[in-house]
């Protein structure tokens, strides 16, 4: 990872951020945590979208990245239930297949979109678009 990018990044925030992976590929679940703790976030992993909904329910996330093709519940829906519980909430939606749903999330602001495979420093620059800038 390019160590520039990273302090950069770093030196945005205000102190740890929360986030949410919903990923159920185990393997890409992984990397994209290690990526984010590696940025100094604290990081819970989801395998689908029921899971990702209980957890939300129980912390308080700052943001949430989610696979878009999921089994019990697609990410898509995932992002619908967030909109409804925790509005403001900003999400990041990944995948390597692009559907009509995924570009209507897009065009609405819904989530950010990154196409699978992306780069730490592409999930890293998103995520700092994202959050809250520091004073």
Not at 23 to 51: F, Q, S, W
Request: charged share 20%.
């Amino acid at each position: 990872m390019n160590e520039i990018c990273l302090s950069l990044v770093q030196m945005r925030y205000t102190g740890q951020i929360m986030i949410l992976v919903v990923e159920d590929d185990g393997p890409g679940g992984r990397a994209i945590a290690l990526a984010l703790k590696t940025a100094g976030h604290e990081v819970m992993n989801a395998g689908d979208g029921t899971e990702a909904l209980e957890l939300l329910s129980m912390h308080d996330f700052e943001l949430v990245i989610t696979d878009l093709l999921m089994p019990n519940l697609s990410g898509q829906n995932l992002i619908n239930t967030i909109r409804l519980k925790w509005p403001d909430m900003p999400i990041i939606l990944t995948s390597g297949y692009l559907s009509q749903d995924l570009g209507k999330a897009i065009i609405d602001g819904t989530a950010a979109f990154l196409q699978k495979p992306f780069t730490p420093t592409a999930l890293l620059m998103t995520v700092e678009r994202l959050l809250p800038k520091s004073n």
